[in-house]
T-cell receptor, first 114, second 112 residues
Framework: NAGVMQNPRHLVRRRGQEARLRCSPMKGHSHVYWYRQLPEEGLKFMVYLQKENIIDESGMPKERFSAEFPKEGPSILRIQQVVRGDSAAYFC????????????FGPGTRLTVL | KQEVTQIPAALSVPEGENLVLNCSFTDSAIYNLQWFRQDPGKGLTSLLLIQSSQREQTSGRLNASLDKSSGRSTLYIAASQPGDSATYLCAAPTGTASKLTFGTGTRLQVTL
């Protein structure tokens, strides 16, 4: 049973470009979470999604960031017009159901903005 | 708003020692608390999840306890090994929300 998969593992973008991060949850998991870990900081919640729905986006920056989890395919975290401050590790987690369940994390995507 | 604190921030122990990592949280209306391990440059590995109805959870040499009334959890590692060297994170949800609030972690080094 494959774990949570994220790709790419490393992503380099120049300022102003778009970054797309993908997350495939564990088989049978319909809940996806995105977290961000800035250098020398702890993990911060960004957004919680179920299939085709955004449940909680209270941790998402108001501009340039968006997330989706379509009926088919992986969850996508999209960052438009990236800036140096977006450089971080972005982790995706999944769970079978909601808040009572263990969240399983992927290996992360490390975004570097030049 | 949930706030999670972990003490100590760093810990170095010789191989074979038993050790305790501490986690405190401000919002005691939690349904569970989760402990993770993070190796440098890697993702998070879930170690233990304690439901609010439980007081302890064990997995191998790891034992986690939860005291909601005092807002504390501890992770006990028995007979530490160099392979246990990593950063240990605890995370608590906020009420019925699914999002986790993480502590800043305890960086553990087990020396030979």
């Amino acid at each position: 049973n494959a774990g949570v998969m994220q790709n790419p593992r490393h992503l380099v973008r120049r300022r102003g470009q778009e970054a797309r991060l993908r997350c495939s949850p564990m088989k049978g998991h319909s809940h996806v979470y995105w977290y961000r870990q800035l250098p020398e900081e702890g993990l911060k919640f960004m957004v919680y999604l179920q299939k085709e729905n955004i449940i909680d986006e209270s941790g998402m920056p108001k501009e340039r960031f968006s997330a989706e989890f379509p009926k088919e395919g992986p969850s996508i975290l999209r960052i438009q017009q990236v800036v140096r401050g977006d450089s971080a590790a972005y982790f995706c987690a999944s769970s079978i159901s909601g808040w009572t369940d263990t969240q399983y994390f992927g290996p992360g995507t490390r975004l570097t903005v030049l | 708003k949930q706030e999670v604190t972990q003490i100590p921030a760093a810990l170095s122990v010789p191989e074979g020692e038993n050790l305790v990592l501490n986690c405190s949280f401000t919002d005691s209306a939690i349904y569970n608390l989760q402990w993770f391990r993070q190796d440098p440059g890697k993702g998070l590995t879930s170690l233990l999840l304690i439901q609010s109805s439980q007081r302890e959870q064990t997995s191998g040499r790891l034992n986690a306890s939860l005291d909601k009334s005092s807002g504390r959890s501890t992770l006990y590692i028995a007979a530490s090994q160099p392979g246990d060297s990593a950063t240990y994170l605890c995370a608590a949800p906020t009420g019925t929300a699914s999002k986790l609030t993480f502590g800043t972690g305890t960086r553990l080094q087990v020396t030979l």
